[in-house]
């Protein structure tokens, strides 16, 4: 399998990223007119999130052809000419497989609930349990119950997301092949890579029961076939070697190692979210808390080491289109915490994702009223808040820190009128910082957060040590720091970073010891060195 060590992977959300002909959507001829700021940014990689012929009721996660382009996004025409103008420029392209589920409106639930037997294997039906009572207490992601009553079936079918995406039933082995198939399409028309979506979720339990103890989530990740599915759909789509990426909703360790050996030839990593639920009060995201700056160090230490351990590989990422801005969520919205973070994360083991806007320093879309939301988990869970008990203030304030709709506000290019993204008023709006907070501005202020992530992607390019070295956790009894040691030969990195804004000091070891050590400090976030740690300081130390 290759190598993607030295590499970095931008996450595109063409909906939101460059609007080409004037509608206020983001489009593919939009991502093309942005090739040369990508390339100038050092990443290797594009992925996209799905542009594929949806209703649109989860922003193209529900889809309804999966081999066609939305003509609200562009032509197939347009997908090509992205691919080869990428291409000349050394990017590549890798999309998202939504394969757990498809919308209603894909010809194959059409025809499923229109009576064809053969496409209603396609999906998981079954009989509900007496009077109007589902089959099991399983939730869906969204909010309320995970199976929705078919009337012309008078049964109930399965979706763990929205009502509008039935879950695919992969025990049917003529359901893997037309999706292997699909892979294959996109392949086929040079696309690089894939990102998978949910893929942990494809494999049901073999008995269907009710969860005592939780939402159903426990029951149905992981499941047990999910690993024969997967090398089953690399080897008859053709993609092994292949950059690929598992989207891993509520899993664990072990099965990441599975997914991500080489030998197992199953994906090249995954993305799992542990690091990011630790400002969920008891686990539940709707409920707020600071973040548990010591539980996100111990997260990060089993992942990073426990995945090292056994020859597993993690994908390091802090924000995509389901999260709220990181520097809003563990810093200040501020330049100094959104280096500190990209720090954090850019040099660790694993390969770093880059969600559009955040090299910026984008953050959270501070909108004040809930009309201004457009993302169905936002509006289900602002009723369910309300209907809770919750004044329309404390669901706003709720939905205003955790909302995916944070991360889905126009690409800040400019600061001109909606921020140089459309000419027209955008699907959602901005943040008004976007006066301040954009491409143009920090192209030309050589201590901007851009200039910083440039110079931390080229830093992995340049250092073996960052792609391959080994990884030790340090200042570990230290609430306030993030810190750890990468090591290759006989080479060190000491990276060390203040999650508070305010002053800390070091436990282990002080920095004045580390520079009478011989340790020189080759990055940080600000100039000079003091006696102890400055409000969101990154250091970075080397010895040969
Ligand atoms: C994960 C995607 O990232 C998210 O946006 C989507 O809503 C769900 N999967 C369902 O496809």
Known sequence: MASFKDKVVYQIYPKSFQDSNGDGLGDLRGVIQRLDYLKDLGVDYLWLTPFFPSPQKDNGYDVSNYCEVDSRFG????????????????LKIMLDMVLCHTSDQHEWFQKAINGDENYQRYYIFRDGRGDNEPPTNWQCAFGGSAWQWESHLKNWYLHLHDVSQPDLDWTNPKVREELANVVRFWKDRGVAGFRFDVINLISKPE??????????????????????YLRELVKNSGIDGMITVGEMASTDLKNCLLYTRPEDHELSMVFSFHHLK?????????????????????????????????GGWNAVFWCNHDQPRAVSRFGDDGIESAKMLATTIHLMRGTPYVYQGEELGMTNAKFTSIEQYRDVESLNYYKILLEQGKSESDALKIIGERSRDNSRTPMQWSAEKFAGFSTAEPWISSPKNFETINVENELRDKNSVLNFYKMLIKFRKDNPIVQDGDIEFIERDNDDVVAYRRTLDSKELIVICNFRNSEVKLQDRSLSEYLAAGYKKILGNYESIDTN????????????
């Open 75 to 90: 032509t197939m025409a347009d997908f090509d000419e992205l691919v080869k103008s990428a291409d000349e420029k050394g």
């Open 207 to 228: 008995v269907f029961e009710d969860d005592t103890e939780g939402l159903g989530r426990k029951l149905f990740a992981d499941g047990p076939h999910v690993h024969e």
């Open 278 to 310: 630790v400002d969920y009060k008891d686990g539940d995201k709707w409920s707020l808390m600071n973040a548990d700056i010591h539980e996100l160090k111990k997260l990060f230490e089993e992942w990073q080491v426990g995945m090292s351990k056994s």
């Open 533 to 544: 740690l400055r409000p969101y300081e990154s250091i970075v130390f080397s010895l040969n």
